[in-house]
């Protein structure tokens, strides 16, 4: 579980620096949905992973539920980037 925990964490922070350039504006005015869907999904994966590394830093025991509520907040952190990124690709056609 471990390992589980620190490849989820590893992947939002990679995703964390598109959504957050994606947020403040960095590619052009973001869609306000868009936004608010990243920062939905941000926070539930951070709320998710949060008591998930603490346990990690503790030797506590970790559920295979808890592992699969964080891969799922992520994934939904994936959709909404990827929403984000035909968003940009929709607004440098016009």
Same mark, same amino acid.
């Given at each position: 579980?471990?390992?589980?925990? +620190?490849?989820? /964490?590893?992947? +939002?922070?990679?995703?964390?620096?598109?959504?957050? /350039? +994606?947020?403040?504006?960095?590619?052009?005015?973001?869609?306000?949905?868009?936004?608010? /869907?990243?920062?939905?999904?941000?926070? %539930?994966?951070?709320?998710?992973?949060?008591?998930?590394?603490?346990?990690?830093?503790?030797?506590?025991?970790?559920?295979?539920?808890?592992?699969?509520?964080?891969?799922? /907040?992520?994934? %939904?952190?994936?959709?909404?980037?990827?929403?984000?990124?035909?968003?940009?690709?929709?607004?440098?056609?016009?």
């Amino acid at each position: 579980m471990t390992t589980a925990v +620190y490849d989820t /964490d590893a992947s +939002y922070k990679v995703l964390a620096t598109p959504a957050a /350039d +994606y947020v403040s504006g960095k590619f052009g005015t973001p869609n306000a949905t868009v936004k608010a /869907d990243i920062k939905t999904a941000s926070a %539930a994966a951070i709320a998710a992973l949060e008591p998930l590394n603490t346990a990690v830093e503790n030797s506590a025991t970790i559920s295979s539920s808890d592992v699969a509520t964080a891969q799922s /907040d992520l994934a %939904a952190l994936q959709k909404a980037i990827s929403a984000a990124l035909s968003s940009v690709a929709a607004s440098k056609e016009q």
